[in-house]
């Protein structure tokens, strides 16, 4: 399975403002998967993306709230945009090789004040 | 989007005694993975179950699928104190490599 380095690990932010989360993988991989974990909560998918086209965003997620850039096939960033106290979550990378190596970053604690 | 639902959200038992959480799902499925979660920590992944197996051991673990009911079933027995965490189920869309989609989750105590 893929090594996937996620930053940062935490950060406390005010509202209003953008924070943007870095994924980094150690293998080529076709579709990363962005996850938010509200407190207490199950992981949602936020989205899908692709290297090379735009992300495909869940029901309910918007691409003017959760920008995703895909530039290469070993990275990728969420941002959330214009932060509430909301969006205090827990947010995954993830990523699958094969069939079934499915890998999680270690997740980035936000909280927003 | 949530595949499913676990049962029971929440489960409080003994030490040594047996865990039994259920899990549904809506849609055809590839695989069906159970994860645990401990309190302010990242995903463990458990065990996978592939859509034509039935049944799946790993130590302490015992997982089944029924895909005429779209249900899975995680037991773990003989349950330590360490074991007290968050399990969660997740599906694929039925293709491959696709985002594993989670349930809700069961919250197991154990106490000692």
């Known amino acids: 399975s893929a090594v996937i380095s996620q930053k940062p690990s935490r950060d406390i932010c005010q509202r209003g403002t953008s924070l943007t989360i870095q994924c980094q993988v150690d293998?080529?991989?076709?579709?990363m998967f962005w996850y938010r974990q509200q407190p207490g909560q199950s992981l949602t998918l936020i989205a899908t993306a692709n290297q090379g086209s735009e992300a495909t965003y869940e029901s309910g997620f918007v691409i003017d709230k959760f920008p995703i850039s895909r530039p290469n096939l070993t990275f990728s960033t969420l941002t959330v945009s214009n932060m509430s106290p909301e969006d205090s979550s827990i947010y995954l990378c993830?990523?699958?090789?094969?069939?079934?190596?499915?890998?999680f970053g270690s997740g980035t604690r936000l909280t927003v004040v | 989007s949530q595949q499913g639902e676990e049962d029971p959200q929440a489960l409080s038992i003994q030490e040594g005694e047996n865990a039994t959480m259920n899990c549904s799902y809506k849609t055809s499925i590839n695989n069906l993975q159970w994860y645990r979660q401990n309190s302010g920590r990242g995903l463990v992944h458990l065990i996978l179950?592939?859509?034509?197996?039935r049944e799946k051991h790993s130590g302490r673990l015992r997982v089944t699928l029924d895909t005429s009911k779209k249900s899975s079933s995680l037991l773990i027995t003989a349950s330590r104190a360490a074991d007290t965490a968050s399990y969660f189920c997740?599906?694929?869309?039925?293709?491959?490599?696709?985002?594993?989609?989670f349930g809700k989750g069961t919250t197991l105590s154990v106490s000692s």
């Open positions: 293998s080529q991989v076709t579709m």
């Open positions: 179950i592939r859509s034509n197996e």
């Open positions: 997740a599906t694929d869309h039925n293709q491959a490599g696709t985002a594993l989609i």
């Open positions: 993830s990523v699958v090789l094969g069939t079934y190596g499915y890998t």
